[in-house]
């Protein structure tokens, strides 16, 4: 075991991380102020300060008083990016953005995030099992580490300053490198996991610079831990805790000794399984583990001498905890310290971003459905509540007795449990599940539509412009009546179809102006959901979502069709928008649905049955839909599932049943469709690979993919599956503000041409095109489909040639 020194005492109440873009989303509009360049560097680092130091008075308030307890979690972008900023690994293919003095500013920051003219930015994928997503950094023989940002240590230093000595927080190396990919110019079969050893002196840099600023604690995240990573390399579970052991050895050795901050080693999402020796044996001083997610482990006497951060409450769903069975736990830990020489500390399970700031601002929502929500900040009152608990054993009683009996009237209350929902999903049967062999059904839809070579699409989504937004925003304050906003709506349909024609595209879309969100559009037109007013998180950067609450059972509500129509017993959702759309051109429109798994990951999901079950009530609503989609004359149908890969266990052990009920909830939404009618998904930001049998098993018609980012990695996964059905590989990646030339679209077609049948392939972005502006929009279309004319040429010439 390493050598440990004397830390300062554990907070005995913390959070893992708190929400970082602001209650009213203060950062995101900073950060994008400084990219039109309608503000300066100093006053985006000013909000910047005055957002950590507001966030800072609000933890202490609500209860995090002990030194380090507050977390120092805030990022410009993302807290991967952060890391691989002050370890200066930036890719070769960046060349120079190193200042005179070696450092990496925040302008080279936010190239890495969103590339330049020349170089795209670093490919992005989801942070385990959540819908946040981080960016991957690229690692090589070639990569060059050295402290090129102290900017940790500043924040550290400015919080000090006001009077609130925070936990400053890195991605420990392992997980760094962990999830880093290998670079374009490393050699095959390279791991980047092989460079820690470099990496770990500039760690230890950082830790001095930050003992020096007087930082009692420093918080390294390893999340790769309880996760079954497909490593480059194929480094195996025991070369992982083998590096972990390796890596804590050096930055807990006696030469860095009084001169680094005590290390907290966390390791959320998930249970530490037979990495738990490893973790046990380095010398942090402290470990926190997900006991939300996890198990405590058996051995609990292996933790002797450290602090046990037990992660009870969850990070990142919104529901109330249960305090009276946390509390039992703590009992329990407390007792096995006792015994075993450990001593035990409270937190949540992971960082809170990951939730929205407060559940009591949403004063639109019934009170009772409030009373069952806890947002980031009544989950520091949670963790204050069970640490108080556990210095002081009945002294919480009160409030353990409240949340009991606040859980129990969940279950009795009106629309979470409906029998007419309930007796629906018992009654399905397989064939229920299945549409036709896809040769019949291709064969059909062939006739129908008649389509060229690498026919071109979108995904869904136009840029939603300001006037857009802004109508939504009148009706909903009454400012503008139904049938004004429906005209103009039906004014942007219109815009959207025309432009499409004029620029050539086989398959239109209505770009869906009237979607505020495109789950959040659907919880607002289904019973058994709720939406939220100020309850924002973090996507990606400077996106944010708003997540609905999935609270009862599943079905589309009674009543008037959107706008149009009459009542009906079961309001169709879609159709009369996708209808008009139609009705504006001979070529074909898709009908747009979100998926249900989709439905359910960028929601906060009920915890009270079986997802599989919710899964399938969201399917049944989605079936009938494309039912009415299909009698209004759709013949392209696309129901959308970008995060299916997303809710993957991280444990391999679980993953067969959650790919079964998941794949299974997509072809019930589905299979009712007729032969002719071509169903179309899309997935994005996923290492498909690990996924593929079940992308495959969806039965899609066509199935559209992210892979411009990755610059069409994808491809040599489905060569390698046989991938037989129609599948569009983005060319386009929509993430960033740059446009592709044609010169490389047609690079990329190319390359996916050489691993997937050309009669197979779509032509499209990588993902839909709402947060992007209309300049940058047409100019990268029209690349695009003029990069398909010239592939559609070179086939038509070997063809000829044959």
Same mark, same amino acid.
């Given at each position: ?5 004397? &830390? ?40 910047? $300060? ?85 960016? +991957? &950094? ?16 500043? $924040? ?225 009152? $949670? ?212 998926? &249900? ?20 009530? +969201? ?70 690979? @690990? ?23 994808? @491809?040599?996964?489905? $060569? ?83």
């Amino acid at each position: 075991m390493a050598t440990q020194h004397t &830390p300062a005492q554990f907070p005995s109440a913390t959070v893992l991380g708190y929400p970082r873009i602001g209650r009213r989303r203060e950062l995101k509009k900073a950060v994008e102020a400084y990219w039109s360049g309608a503000s300066s560097l100093a006053e985006l680092e000013a909000s910047a $300060e005055a957002l950590q130091l507001a966030t800072a008075a609000r933890l202490t308030e609500l209860g995090l008083t002990d030194e380090a307890a507050v977390p120092g979690t805030f990022s410009f972008y993302d807290q991967v990016l952060d890391t691989l900023v002050a370890l200066g690994a930036v890719p070769a293919r960046f060349g120079t953005l190193h200042d005179d003095a070696g450092r990496l500013g925040l302008d080279a920051y936010f190239t890495l995030a969103r590339g330049n003219a020349e170089q795209q930015p670093l490919e992005m994928t989801k942070w385990f099992d959540t819908n946040y997503h981080y960016l +991957v &950094p690229e690692i090589g023989p070639e990569t060059v580490f050295s402290l090129s940002s102290e900017r940790i240590v500043e $924040e550290f230093s400015l919080a000090k300053a006001h009077g609130t000595v925070t936990r400053p927080y890195l991605v420990g190396p392992v997980t760094l490198l962990a999830l880093s990919k290998a670079s374009d110019g490393a050699p095959a079969g390279f791991a980047p996991l092989s460079r820690l050893e470099d990496v770990l002196p500039v760690y230890a840099e950082l830790l001095g610079k930050l003992a020096a600023a007087g930082a009692p604690w420093v918080q390294l995240d390893e999340p790769a831990l309880v996760a079954d990573l497909d490593l480059p390399g194929g480094t195996s579970a025991a070369e992982l805790g083998a590096a972990v052991e390796r890596a804590y050895a050096a930055l807990t050795a006696p030469a860095v000794g009084a001169g680094r901050p005590a290390i907290l080693l966390s390791t959320p999402y998930g249970g530490l399984g037979e990495q738990t020796a490893a973790v046990a044996a380095t010398g942090a001083e402290a470990v926190a583990l997900d006991l939300f997610k996890g198990q405590l482990p058996a051995d609990l006497a292996q933790f002797a001498g450290k602090t046990v951060v037990a992660g009870l409450v969850d990070g990142h769903n919104i529901w109330r905890n249960d305090l009276a069975a946390s509390a039992a736990t703590l009992d329990a830990l407390r007792e096995a310290g006792a015994r075993h020489g450990f001593a035990v500390a409270v937190a949540t399970s992971t960082s809170t971003f990951h939730v929205p700031h407060d559940a009591e601002e949403e004063t639109q929502l019934d009170p009772q459905l409030r009373s069952w929500l806890a947002f980031a900040d009544q989950k520091v009152r $949670e963790v204050v509540t069970l640490a108080g608990h556990l210095a002081a054993p009945g002294s919480q009683d009160a409030a353990l007795a409240e949340s009991s009996r606040i859980i129990a009237t969940r279950a009795e209350a009106p629309g979470v449990r409906r029998p007419e929902v309930r007796e629906r999903t018992a009654a399905l049967t397989a064939a229920d599940f299945s549409r036709s062999e896809y040769g019949v059904r291709a064969q059909a839809q062939e006739a129908v539509l008649d389509l060229p070579p690498l026919p071109t699409t979108t995904i869904g989504s136009f840029p939603q412009t300001a006037e857009v937004r802004s109508a939504r925003a009148r009706l909903n304050k009454g400012a503008i009546d139904e049938a004004e906003y429906e005209r103009l709506m039906k004014d942007e349909i219109a815009r959207v179809i025309d432009l499409q024609e004029e620029l050539g595209f086989d398959v239109l879309v209505h770009g869906e102006p009237e979607r505020n969100d495109m789950v959040q559009y659907f919880a607002e037109h289904l019973d058994g959901f709720d939406v939220t007013v100020h309850g924002w998180v973090q996507s990606y950067g400077s996106r944010c979502t708003r997540p609905s609450i999935l609270w009862g059972d599943v079905s589309r509500q009674a009543g008037a069709s959107i706008l149009w129509g009459d009542a009906t017993s079961a309001a169709p959702i879609t159709v009369p928008w996708a209808a008009y759309a139609q009705s504006l051109t001979e070529k074909p429109v898709k009908g747009m649905l979100t998926g &249900p798994v989709t439905i359910l990951a960028w929601s906060f999901v009920r915890d009270d049955q079986p997802l599989a079950e919710t899964a399938n009530q +969201v399917a049944l609503a989605l079936r009938d839909e494309i039912a009415d989609l299909e009698d209004a004359g759709i013949g392209i149908i696309q129901v959308d599932e970008p995060a299916l890969r997303e809710l993957l266990p991280l444990r391999a052990a679980d993953r067969p049943a959650y790919l079964d009920w998941s794949v299974n909830a997509f072809r019930l939404a589905t299979a009712g469709a007729a032969d002719a009618t071509q169903v179309h998904t899309h997935l994005c930001y996923s290492e498909f690979g @690990v996924i593929i049998d079940a992308i495959d098993g969806l039965d899609a018609d066509v199935t559209s993919i992210e892979a411009a980012r990755s610059r069409m990695e994808v @491809v040599t996964d489905l $060569e390698a599956h046989g991938f037989g059905r129609g599948v569009g590989p983005g060319v386009y990646d929509i993430h960033s503000p740059r446009v592709p030339s044609q010169q490389e679209i047609e690079e990329l077609l190319a390359r996916a041409v050489e691993h997937v049948p050309a009669r197979q392939l779509w032509v499209n972005p990588d993902c839909g095109l709402k947060t992007r502006g209309y300049e940058e929009t047409e100019a990268s279309l029209r690349n695009l489909v003029e990069a398909a004319k010239v592939a559609r040429a070179a086939l038509a010439d070997v063809s000829s040639a044959v």
